[in-house]
């Protein structure tokens, strides 16, 4: 069955680089997308990756795609304190819908 | 406002009572979904639609119904609280055409505690 995993904290000093990672199981995912959540909102998509790229970048954001070991990762640039989040990394299989990961809580130390 | 709006925000309901969450967007989007989202467990899928009057479980149903009489509306109702239902729970919707880049719009949550 699909199954995404990811970590479940990751502790970074203001300035520095982050990088969250993911696994995911189901090898005929078309997109993988990741969410952030700020406290006490609902979910909101920073940016996807379609399963024939390798890499996308979009401002402070890369995503890097290595679809032959199934793993994602999220780096962000010179993290800031509102970059303080949980971040999901999803993927949509092949029954269309989508599998979340448990989630990555980003603490943003100054 | 467009979006995709829940209600209420926060609840607060005795063990055994029947609540019902609201979940409406305004984009006429076909697919529409019920998560709850709980620490060690994060995103669970409760129920989904795929149109109006169309409705299907997800991973863990039991103790909720949905209904879909109308594409923009998705309610969700705890038929008997129970405290193991304590949880936030989201709706999300998606357009059955951009079933790509643009993902899952979530609403901003109920939090929903049962005592």
């Known amino acids: 069955g699909e199954d995404v995993e990811q970590s479940l904290f990751l502790s970074v000093r203001e300035g520095d680089s982050s990088v969250i990672n993911c696994t995911y199981t189901?090898?005929?995912?078309?997109?993988l997308y990741w969410y952030k959540q700020e406290p006490g909102a609902g979910l909101q998509l920073l940016t996807y990756?379609?399963?024939?790229?390798d890499m996308k970048q979009d401002q402070r954001l890369t995503v890097l795609l290595n679809k032959k070991d199934k793993h994602l990762s999220l780096r962000i640039a010179d993290t800031q304190t509102g970059d303080s989040a949980i971040y999901f990394c999803?993927?949509?299989?092949?029954?269309?819908?989508?599998?979340f990961g448990k989630g990555t809580l980003l603490t943003v130390n100054p | 406002d467009a979006g995709i709006t829940q209600s209420p925000r926060y609840k607060i309901t005795e063990t055994g009572r029947q609540v019902t969450l609201m979940c409406h967007q305004t984009?006429?989007?076909?697919?529409m979904f019920w998560y709850r989202q709980d620490l060690g467990h994060g995103l669970r899928l409760i129920y989904y639609?795929?149109?109006?009057?169309?409705?299907d479980k997800g991973e863990v149903p039991d103790g909720y119904v949905v209904s879909r009489s109308k594409t923009e509306n998705f309610p969700l109702t705890l038929e008997s609280a129970t405290r193991s239902q304590t949880s936030v729970y989201f709706c999300?919707?998606?357009?059955?055409?951009?079933?790509?880049?643009?993902?899952?719009?979530f609403g901003s949550g109920t939090r929903l505690t049962v005592v």
């Open positions: 639609s795929a149109a109006a009057d169309i409705t």
């Open positions: 189901d090898s005929s995912s078309t997109y």
């Open positions: 990756i379609f399963s024939n790229m």
């Open positions: 999803a993927e949509r299989g092949s029954n269309y819908k989508l599998t």
């Open positions: 984009w006429s989007h076909s697919y």
């Open positions: 999300a919707s998606e357009n059955q055409r951009d079933r790509g880049s643009y993902g899952y719009t």
